[in-house]
């Protein structure tokens, strides 16, 4: 193997699991220390810097960091990541004076974003800052997108809402309500805007076609359900409900029945659990509230009596599952009717595009999602950009937030007439954190403390009303265990090899075994010599140059290690360092700060 | 040293032993030595060497004298007993520990200035008792804890890190050993793991005394450029004459030796040391060709390395006073002590 190149942006971010898992690369470990020493405005900031929604994503995330944090993989349970980003939203002060602001000029390019949801409101945020006049369409008379209609208040308090949304509203884009877009070729037509963002979201809930679905009324697709109920347009339900479907939707859907009056629901699964779409911990939370989950049912028809739905025919499914974990098509063993007075049916959703026609340039695929550049977020018609859900079909929000942060690049670009491929590279910083003789500047010891279980509200309370919202937040005593279970994933071990003498005393004193000094050999053949074996082929190898006096490398599998720093402190010679990796990761004002300067440089 | 102790956390793959223990079940706290230190490798050695052997660890003594090598039992096995002696005693308190209780296994942990200066009588009269020990002596050529003085194994010519360089003839261990009559006697580098750990093995199934002289470079005082004990030194003059290689009773000697070249030898207990030759000349079972062979290798420069001279025929000090199987630590205080009466019977019979 090769020397690892440690200058390249990617690698140590690599090591850093939950910043790497993250679409929009949020500084987990960073937010986390700050969280450690109190300062919880300061990490709600450096959350927003990425993030934007803090108070709304430490509540609703789908946190791909949580299944890829390190702590995971050395013990049971990740960091509560998620919950964390939560506290630092509960806890800051005011951060009005701390926000970006448009400048009192504007600079004169027009830009519509067509949609209120998250996705259009990261552009916004990245672009009214830079002085881009910002209109945005809503056909809803509210703001969020799905962040409102889809997540129910117990879980999603519009007050969160309105707040983290009205940080960027308020800095001028001019707010457009209960209009909706019926003709992208109308909009266009005039001419009035340097560039169009769709952020429309994946609206158009997935149909199941069976026998029965049009004879009765209680037959309801989750989504569109779900916004009625957030708008009060249904206000109960019946006792007995069935979801058909078992993703985040149908956990919605399911904990919302029992809020309206339902006391028997079955969320109903065609596959066995570890095939459930559904995040572990909102399933956790649905059994919690003694929703039952039925697997291996595969639905057949809606029974109707007398033009009244009374309950629902399945097929009950068995499978095989071969050694790799893949599932076959089933075989169906028997059939049983499950009584109900409601179903609703929550499996998946659609993107539609009604409103665009087919002849203005604008490619679709033969989904019916339209053909965008993965990188510059641009459709097949120059100056029209997609992203959220409406872009690649249904993702969660902190990849349409990573995906606005984009857009908003691109769009800057756009208007200044600057190649959209040639962007600002990612970089990375190095900066030690020695203190002294045996000193760090953060908790380097490892803290054997389990992962903290979220309060709830109790379970005979939180039934009342269909808003409370059923978690609690961590207390300061929980938040402050939790942060010391963070690894602290950004502070590397850095590798100096010309300063090493070969004494051992990082391979001795390593607690989980990461580091060995060997002859070097291509990867496959060094993973199976170490002193223990690196079988996480995810996981990189970190390999030295030639060590001085052998000729040796040193070679750290990245996979467990818990960045204790005891390598470097046991090292007499300074070759292992702990230092702070910084990524940068560029954003639409660092594109403008380099337009200026080119501007400025041209005269 | 740390202000941490090393975190109860572990790869998930780390093996148990026959007894179901895990290495990490034979640390001891957090060394406090200088960061670099040989005698830490030496530590993780003995740690990884007992560890694979499968010894109870209360079934084992560790035993010391004064000094930084000294120091180091307290980092290996803290469920085993453990006896830090006078400076240059550890012999002594070892004799008489196994001579009350030879159902133990002794580790002695010794430097060359604890040795080779105040302990050199002592280390004598151990070898020609060849008490049944493993004798590690962790040479690093200067007295670490009094900072840095050449200590009675310093090669002339060496220098500090400040002042003249030394002129006074150095004591060899191992050459001393082989004069003795010890029965086991090898050389091993802190910072070649994979040889000394089947040498620490090796001395600990030996019965009789076993010297393990380790060069174990002081990174404080003793690693830089005048220095013939200094890691760069010892790895560029490092000389491995002969492998051996550790065989434990239940395992088979594997076919992927040489015929010719190699050489079994079985141990008390069953388990064989199976000897490679690096080095075509040399015989391992000759004490004259031993001696022979490590002075002209002094005389060239070079740091002998390997299980140097191995004799299994010559009793213990068990055997060679006639005293019986049964450790007398076992034995009832009434039959070990027969009583005044008994006592004055015997001082008759000397009348």
């Given at each position: 193997m090769n020397s690892t190149d440690t200058s390249h942006p990617d690698y140590f971010h690599k090591v850093v699991d939950c910043q790497w898992a993250c679409p929009a690369h949020t500084d987990v470990p960073g937010y986390i220390r700050l969280i450690a020493q109190g300062q919880f405005t300061e990490a709600y900031m450096l959350n927003r810097h990425s993030n934007i929604f803090p108070g709304i994503l430490g509540r609703v995330c789908d946190r791909p960091c949580e299944p890829a944090c390190r702590r995971g993989r050395v013990e049971d349970k990740p960091v509560a990541i998620c919950r964390l980003k939560r506290v630092a939203a509960d806890h800051r002060d005011d951060i009005t004076d701390l926000l970006p602001q448009a400048p009192a000029k504007t600079n004169g390019k027009k830009i519509a974003l067509i949609g209120a949801g998250c996705a259009s409101l990261s552009v916004a945020n990245d672009l009214l800052p830079l002085g881009y006049e910002i209109t945005i369409f809503e056909a809803l008379d509210t703001t969020g997108g799905l962040m409102r209609t889809n997540i129910p208040q117990f879980r999603l308090p519009p007050k969160v809402l309105d707040e983290e949304i009205n940080y960027i509203i308020d800095m001028g884009a001019d707010l457009k309500t209960s209009h909706r877009i019926e003709s992208m070729k109308d909009l266009l037509a005039g001419n009035d805007y340097d560039a169009v963002f769709v952020g429309t979201g994946a609206p158009r809930g997935k149909e199941l076609k069976l026998p029965g679905r049009y004879d009765a009324d209680n037959i309801y697709i989750g989504i569109d359900w779900l916004e009625s109920v957030a708008f009060e347009h249904v206000k109960e339900i019946g006792k007995k409900v069935l979801i058909i479907g078992v993703g985040n939707t149908a956990m919605d859907c399911c904990r919302s029945s029992l809020r309206l009056g339902a006391t028997d629901v079955k969320v109903m699964a065609r596959k066995p659990r570890e095939f459930f779409k559904a995040s572990a911990w909102e399933l956790e939370d649905?059994?919690?509230?003694?929703?039952?989950?039925?697997?291996?049912?595969?639905?057949?028809?809606?029974?109707?009596?007398?033009?009244?739905?009374v309950g629902m025919l399945f097929e009950q499914m068995e499978y095989?599952?071969?050694?790799?974990?893949?599932?076959?098509?089933?075989?169906?063993?028997?059939?049983?009717?499950?009584?109900?007075?409601?179903?609703?049916?929550?499996?998946?959703?659609?993107?539609?595009?009604?409103?665009?026609?087919?002849?203005?340039?604008?490619?679709?695929?033969?989904?019916?999602?339209?053909?965008?550049?993965?990188?510059?977020?641009?459709?097949?018609?120059?100056?029209?950009?997609?992203?959220?859900?409406?872009a690649f079909g249904p993702k969660n929000i902190i990849w349409a937030v990573a995906h606005g942060h984009e857009a908003a690049i691109s769009i800057h670009k756009y208007c200044n007439g600057e190649s959209l491929q040639e962007r600002l590279p990612r970089g990375v910083n190095l900066v030690s954190q020695k203190m002294g003789l045996h000193e760090w500047s953060f908790s380097n010891d490892y803290d054997a403390v389990s992962r903290r279980l979220m309060p709830h509200v109790d379970l005979l309370e939180r039934f009342k009303k269909i808003d409370i919202e059923v978690e609690l937040g961590f207390t300061a005593e929980q938040a402050v265990e939790e942060v010391e279970r963070c690894l602290n994933c950004d502070i590397q071990t850095v590798f100096t090899a010309k300063l090493c003498i070969e004494c051992d005393a990082c391979i001795d004193i390593c607690p989980v075994d990461c580091l060995t000094m060997t002859e070097s050999g291509?990867?496959?053949?060094?993973?199976?010599?170490?002193?223990?074996?690196?079988?996480?082929?995810?996981?990189?190898?970190?390999?030295?140059?030639?060590?001085?006096?052998?000729?040796r490398v040193m070679v750290k599998d990245e996979d467990l290690c818990v960045h204790c720093s005891l390598c470097a402190e046991r090292c007499p010679t300074g070759a292992w360092d702990m230092q702070k990796s910084e990524i940068s990761i560029p954003y639409a004002k660092d594109e403008a700060a380099l337009t200026a300067s080119r501007l400025a440089a041209r005269g | 040293?740390?202000?941490?102790?090393?975190?109860?956390?572990?790869?998930?793959?780390?093996?148990?032993?026959?007894?179901?223990?895990?290495?990490?079940?034979?640390?001891?706290?957090?060394?406090?030595l200088c960061a670099g230190c040989g005698h830490d490798s030496v530590t993780a050695a003995i740690i990884q060497a007992v560890f694979e052997l499968g010894i109870e660890p209360h079934k084992l003594c560790k035993m010391s004298g004064i000094g930084c090598s000294s120091k180091t039992p307290a980092y290996f096995l803290s469920q085993s007993h453990g006896f830090n002696s006078v400076h240059g005693r550890m012999p002594s308190v070892t004799t008489g520990a196994n001579a009350a209780n030879s159902d133990l296994t002794y580790i002695g942990v010794s430097g060359d200035g604890d040795s080779l200066s105040i302990g050199m009588g002592q280390f004598a009269h151990v070898i020609r008792r060849n008490l049944d020990m493993c004798y590690i002596m962790e040479n690093n050529g200067v007295y670490g804890l009094t900072k840095g003085q050449y200590s009675a194994t310093a090669d002339v010519g060496t220098t500090a890190k400040k002042g003249p360089a030394n002129k006074q003839m150095p004591i060899d261990p191992v050459s001393i050993a082989i004069g003795l009559g010890a029965t086991?006697?090898?050389?091993?580098?802190?910072?070649?793991?994979?040889?000394?750990?089947?040498?620490?093995?090796?001395?600990?199934?030996?019965?009789?005394?076993?010297?393990?002289?380790?060069?174990?470079?002081?990174?404080?005082?003793?690693?830089?450029?005048?220095?013939?004990?200094?890691?760069?030194?010892?790895?560029?003059?490092?000389?491995?004459?002969?492998?051996?290689?550790?065989?434990?009773?239940?395992?088979?000697?594997?076919?992927?030796?040489?015929?010719?070249?190699?050489?079994?030898?079985?141990?008390?207990?069953?388990?064989?040391?199976?000897?490679?030759?690096?080095?075509?000349d040399y015989d391992p079972t000759s004490r004259a060709a031993a001696f022979t062979f490590l002075r002209d290798s002094v005389n060239a420069g070079e740091i002998i390395t390997g299980l140097l001279y191995i004799d299994e025929e010559t009793g213990d000090?068990?055997?060679?006073?006639?005293?019986?199987?049964?450790?007398?630590?076992?034995?009832?205080?009434?039959?070990?002590?027969?009583?005044?009466?008994?006592?004055?019977?015997?001082?008759?019979?000397?009348?």
């Open positions: 649905a059994e919690e509230e003694n929703i039952e989950i039925i697997v291996n049912h595969s639905p057949k028809e809606f029974v109707i009596e007398k033009g009244k739905l095989d599952i071969d050694e790799k974990g893949r599932i076959d098509r089933g075989k169906v063993i028997g059939e049983v009717t499950i009584p109900c007075d409601d179903v609703i049916l929550a499996i998946g959703q659609n993107n539609a595009f009604p409103w665009i026609e087919r002849d203005i340039g604008i490619e679709f695929d033969e989904w019916e999602c339209p053909v965008v550049d993965e990188t510059t977020m641009m459709c097949s018609r120059d100056g029209i950009f997609f992203g959220g859900d409406s291509d990867e496959d053949d060094l993973r199976r010599r170490l002193t223990a074996p690196a079988e996480n082929k995810e996981q990189d190898l970190y390999v030295s140059a030639a060590l001085p006096q052998t000729g | 040293m740390s202000y941490i102790a090393k975190p109860k956390v572990s790869h998930p793959s780390v093996p148990r032993n026959e007894l179901g223990l895990f290495k990490r079940d034979y640390e001891g706290v957090v060394s406090t086991y006697i090898a050389r091993g580098f802190s910072g070649a793991k994979e040889q000394l750990v089947p040498l620490i093995k090796g001395a600990i199934m030996h019965k009789g005394f076993a010297l393990l002289d380790v060069i174990s470079p002081c990174v404080t005082f003793n690693d830089h450029e005048g220095s013939t004990k200094s890691y760069a030194h010892t790895r560029e003059h490092f000389h491995q004459v002969i492998n051996a290689d550790f065989v434990p009773p239940s395992e088979e000697i594997v076919a992927a030796y040489e015929e010719g070249n190699t050489m079994p030898i079985r141990l008390h207990d069953g388990s064989k040391i199976v000897f490679r030759r690096v080095d075509k000090m068990h055997d060679l006073s006639g005293s019986i199987e049964t450790p007398l630590s076992k034995i009832p205080y009434e039959e070990l002590n027969p009583g005044a009466e008994e006592l004055a019977n015997l001082m008759d019979r000397y009348r």
